[in-house]
Structure formats: C-alpha cells, structure tokens
C-alpha cells in the first residue's frame, strides 16, 4: 500500500464512524447492550463510548498512565449513562485533527474500523469488508504484524491480499498467506481463534508465526470459532 497522508487518514476514519452511527444510532436498549463476542467486558453501547472518549483524550492531551485497560475503562464508564445518540452527537462534534498528536491518526482509523466490524458482528450485520477503511487497517496490521515477528524472533510472511503481495519481514525465511485485506486485519487483532487463524490459507506451519504476533498480549486470539455474519458460519 502507498503511503496515506494525514487527510487521508481522516477520511478513512471519519467514513467508519458514519457507519457506525449508522448501525447504532436507532437501536433500541436491548440491542445496545448487547454483548460484542472480541470485546467480552463491552456492550455495543460501550464500544461507541470508547470510541467518543478516545477522540475526547486525544483532544485533551490525554493519554493512559495506570494502565491501557484503565484509560479505555474511562473512556467507557465516561458515556454509559447518556443516550446513544447524544454520545454519537458528541462524537460528531468532535473534530478529527490532522496532527501528529497521540495517538496517531494511523492508529486511530486502524481501532475504529476494528471495532466497526466487531460491532457490525454482534449485531449479525454484513459490514462491507472492501472499503478504504479496511485497507487501512489492514495497512496498521502489517506494520503491526511486522514489529511482532522481529522482535518475537519468527519467520516473516508473503501475505496476498486482493492488493498484491507484500513482504512482511521476521527474523526467518518467509512463509505465505493468502487472504484478503480484512481477514489479515482479523488476524492480527485477534478477531478468530486459534483454529482459524491456523486454518487460514497458509504455506508452511504458522505456529511459529502466531505464537510471536499476540506474545505481547495486547491483542489475543479468541476463546472459540468467531461466527462471522457475511456467511453465516465461522471463518
């Protein structure tokens, strides 16, 4: 993928948060509380919460000191008494500023259109997985992928996506995966589990692979089959 710059990294995020008021804005209780299957303490209602919080301490200059799961709690807990559609207004309001502050514009329009499609799954909606949106958080993933096998000490990966093919270097000769710009932006975040993410179309053992891209913990494979609602079934 070509180098994005800022702008166009706002237009990627801002056309997830469209979609995501799209889906949300009109949803009765019951709906908002449901439970989002990669984001287990979350409801619906919480991941859009988060989403306006993060955008709120970006703007503030706010950013984690006792922990990730502290600062993203906050953000929750700061917008679960209100309305959805007051926290979607706020989050409208709020602009997108092109700059260099954290966290970065990259990594914010790689978290939204994540939780874009998480929620788009816990309400059993076919989100549309070819948008430039996706491509770009399949661009996070990669860069994401990359960092985790060097330093995890693992082979690199060929990945062909309906963009071509890429190098994604590791410390080993590469192995390949062929996939698509979304399933490899699943992946990374853990949106599968562990049989899944094996059973992807890969040339060679992906143990290795896997075991180094979540070492971190920041992301984790999932406990169980994701049921993925463009087909039904799981990946």
Same mark, same amino acid.
């Given at each position: 993928m070509t180098d994005l710059d800022l702008n166009e990294l706002r237009t990627s995020?801002?056309? +997830?948060?469209?979609?995501? /008021?799209?889906? #949300?804005?009109?949803? *009765?209780?019951?709906?908002?509380?449901?439970?989002?299957?990669?984001?287990?303490?979350? #409801?619906?209602? *919480?991941?859009?919460?988060?989403? @306006?919080g993060l955008l709120e301490d970006r703007r503030a200059g706010r950013m984690?000191? *006792?922990?990730? +799961? /502290?600062?993203?709690?906050a953000q929750?807990?700061?917008?679960?008494?209100?309305?959805?559609?007051e926290v979607l207004d706020e989050w409208r309001d709020l602009p997108v500023d092109v700059s260099d502050a954290p966290p970065s514009l990259l990594a914010?329009?790689? /978290?939204?259109? @994540?939780?874009?499609? /998480?929620?788009?799954?816990?309400?059993?909606v076919e989100g549309d997985t070819t948008t430039d949106s996706v491509r770009v958080g399949a661009r996070r993933a990669?860069?994401?992928m990359a960092a985790m096998l060097t330093s995890g000490d693992a082979p690199g990966v060929v990945v062909t996506t309906e963009d071509g093919d890429q190098l994604i270097e590791g410390t080993a000769s590469p192995i390949a995966l062929h996939t698509t710009s979304f399933e490899l932006m699943r992946l990374v975040t853990g949106r599968?589990?562990?049989?899944?993410?094996? +059973?992807?179309?890969? *040339?060679g053992d992906a143990s290795l692979v896997l075991d180094a891209l979540f070492a971190d913990g920041f992301f984790t494979l999932q406990p169980r089959d994701v049921l993925d609602p463009r087909r039904g079934a799981t990946t």
């Open positions: 995020y801002e056309a +997830s948060q469209r979609r995501i /008021d799209s889906m #949300t804005r009109t949803l *009765d209780t019951e709906s908002l509380a449901t439970f989002v299957p990669c984001c287990p303490a979350w #409801t619906v209602k *919480d991941v859009v919460g988060h989403l @306006t984690p000191t *006792d922990g990730f +799961s /502290d600062w993203t709690g929750v807990l700061r917008h679960r008494d209100e309305p959805v559609a914010l329009a790689f /978290d939204v259109v @994540t939780h874009e499609f /998480d929620i788009a799954q816990a309400l059993g990669a860069e994401r599968m589990s562990r049989a899944q993410a094996t +059973s992807l179309a890969w *040339d």
